[in-house]
């Protein structure tokens, strides 16, 4: 008889703690507990995050575990997010899986987020209506701490082929949503404001780096200088053309990003294009990708909304996946804040 693989994920490595529960692949709950306590500082407070992670991981895991009526008896291993991320917010998710793999005798499976972030994209649904990448697939993997080109042989072999060098994509939304006083994080924010604003009333010169990298340090300081002498000139300048700069500005993040894609897919000859992390909840880029996809002849996949920003149903695919392989950690694991991209 077949014994289902019954995974739980754990993800703690930034402000949102979360656990999904995932029977043969298939995902049967997914739960994400944000965190509010970070608004008023305009920015992640690691120190308050480990604390509200010690409040949540508890009644999330037993949300996730009641909502796919599942019973801790039933759980054949348990995966957490090892890095890289805020270290005392990755602890708290690795000594909960710790604890509970020791207390039910299950394996403990070791997952690198970024790599979650790209297997995402197998994370099936019960119906299995989810269609899949075929490898070689390249994934743009965008977050508030990484901008990635991604060559993706397989499951757990990832050979990174361009990348930022200073500034990730979702901080360039997040700090320049600070500069016009949205409150944190704003991507989103500068997403939704953006739906209403024209994409062409602002121009700021397009982000420039050598080869397949990005960079996005100057994007933001121009912005910061434009907007110095727009407010000199009239203190109401950002509430008057609040919509038309975030349009802008996400039209300029998204070309630099759809740019270097375009050069990766065709120096590699790979047309099975991916997206994922927080950025690749963006509707521009999403449209754009479409866009481009359709006129290129690519395969492109995008994340279910709830799988692009930080969730553990992507912690939970890429554990299983480790469990086919009986890819286990010893009790000894420890979270690494910048852990490698590595193979494994
Ligand atoms: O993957 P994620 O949830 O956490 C990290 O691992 O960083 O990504 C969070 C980032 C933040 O910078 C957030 O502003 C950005 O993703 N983000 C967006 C959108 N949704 C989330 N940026 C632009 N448009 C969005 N719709
Ligand atoms: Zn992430």
Redesign the pocket.
């Known amino acids: 008889m077949h014994r289902p693989a019954i995974i739980l994920g754990i993800e703690s490595s930034?402000d949102d703690t979360a656990a999904a529960v995932m029977k043969d692949g298939k995902i049967l709950a997914n739960i994400t507990a944000g965190q509010e306590v970070h608004k008023a500082y305009g920015g992640v407070v690691p120190e308050l995050a480990s604390r509200a992670h010690q409040q949540h991981i508890v009644p999330v895991v037993d949300s996730a575990l009641s909502r796919a009526g599942i019973s801790r008896a039933d759980l054949s291993a348990v995966a957490f997010t090892r890095g890289p991320g805020l270290l005392g917010s990755l602890l708290v998710g690795t000594s909960f899986a710790k604890g509970l793999s020791w207390a039910l005798d299950i394996p403990l499976i070791e997952v690198n987020?970024m790599q979650g972030?790209i297997l995402a994209h197998f994370i099936q649904e019960p119906d299995n209506t989810i269609e899949t990448p075929t490898f070689p697939f390249l994934c743009l993997t965008v977050?508030?701490?990484h901008t990635q080109i991604v060559r993706v042989n397989d499951y757990f072999d990832m050979e990174i082929i361009g990348q930022t060098i200073d500034d990730a994509a979702?901080?360039a939304?997040?700090k320049i949503a600070k500069i016009m006083g949205l409150p944190y994080?704003?991507?989103?924010l500068?997403?939704k404001y953006g739906r209403a604003g024209n994409p062409e009333a602002f121009t700021f010169p397009i982000p420039k780096a050598p080869g397949l990298n990005f960079s996005y340090s100057g994007l933001k300081t121009s912005v910061l200088y434009f907007l110095r002498k727009e407010l000199a000139k009239d203190p109401a300048f950002i509430e008057k053309h609040r919509d038309d700069l975030c349009a802008s500005v996400q039209a300029i993040i998204v070309k630099s990003l759809i740019l270097k894609l375009k050069t990766a897919a065709k120096e590699t000859g790979i047309s099975e294009i991916a997206i994922a992390?927080?950025?690749s909840?963006?509707?521009a880029l999403r449209n754009t990708l479409l866009d481009t996809g359709r006129k290129l002849g690519w395969n492109v996949f995008i994340p279910k909304f709830e799988y692009c920003?930080?969730n553990a149903a992507m912690i939970a695919i890429a554990g299983h996946h480790k469990y086919l392989k009986h890819e286990f950690a010893g009790l000894a694991s420890a979270p690494s804040a910048r852990l490698p991209f590595g193979n494994g």
């Open positions: 930034c987020h972030h977050s508030g701490g979702g901080e939304f997040d994080p704003g991507g989103p500068i997403d992390g927080g950025v909840a963006n509707s920003t930080d």
